[in-house]
């Protein structure tokens, strides 16, 4: 773990978008470094022990409920709170490292504005096959459609400037919203950089998501913002 800021580092706040977390907080929280100035969770109307568990956790831990539903409104409420210059989205459910944080943050203070995790980036992650090939798929599109080069298009760990996010004017408000943020990015030119990200998977309860049905909805997303 990195527990030195990075140099020239300006203010940071790191969102976490949760619902029923309780089992996965624990392998998360703790590992955010003490040089971090704002952890904002945004909870979607958890049934569980969620709230009690972060604030035992991390008892400066800023918490809000977001106003609607979905990851992306949850996404965009937070950061429309944090009072980061830099904000970095991660992952409640374990899947994604604390530690790593400041390998998403150096690149913003070295000419950068986007910093994106790839899970794909000289690796083979452990997931499912139909996963790999419905992340190919998209990861492939998106590149041919906007001249970009990922290797990961769906990780939801990445760093950017809050007023360069504010200027993406994102509109959805599920996952999608991740796959609208990598296009409107690259449309808006911010130079961007992959960082590797090492894929724990899911440590605990269930995923909120339909593989599947998102990511039909993120296919044709991707569609739409080019044509």
């Not at 580092?9 to 978008?17: D, H, T």
């Not at 992959?194 to 894929?199: C, F, M």
Request: with cysteine.
């Amino acid at each position: 773990m990195s527990l030195e800021r990075p140099a020239n580092c300006p203010s940071v706040s790191v969102i976490i978008c949760t619902l029923n977390e309780e089992e996965n907080l624990p392998h998360v929280l703790p590992k955010i470094p003490d040089w971090i100035d704002e952890i904002l969770l945004v909870d979607g109307h958890s049934t569980d022990d969620t709230i009690a568990v972060a604030k035992t956790l991390k008892p400066h831990i800023k918490i809000v409920s977001q106003p609607g539903k979905g990851k992306g409104d949850a996404l965009k409420f937070g950061i429309a709170q944090a009072t980061g210059e830099i904000i970095v989205t991660l992952d409640a459910d374990g899947s994604t490292d604390p530690a790593d944080l400041s390998k998403y943050i150096e690149p913003l203070t070295n000419g950068y504005d986007f910093a994106k995790g790839s899970r794909f980036l000289n690796a083979n992650p452990k997931m499912p096959l139909y996963h790999k090939f419905g992340n190919w798929i998209l990861t492939k599109t998106s590149n041919i459609l906007f001249g970009t080069k990922y290797t990961d298009v769906c990780s939801g760990y990445n760093a950017i400037r809050k007023e360069d996010f504010l200027k993406l004017n994102l509109r959805y408000d599920g996952f999608e919203m991740e796959q609208e943020m990598v296009v409107k990015a690259q449309k808006a030119g911010l130079k961007a950089i992959e960082i590797r990200q090492i894929d724990k998977g899911r440590i605990g309860s269930v995923s909120k998501v339909s593989s599947f049905k998102q990511g039909f909805t993120d296919f044709f997303i991707i569609i739409k913002e080019r044509f």
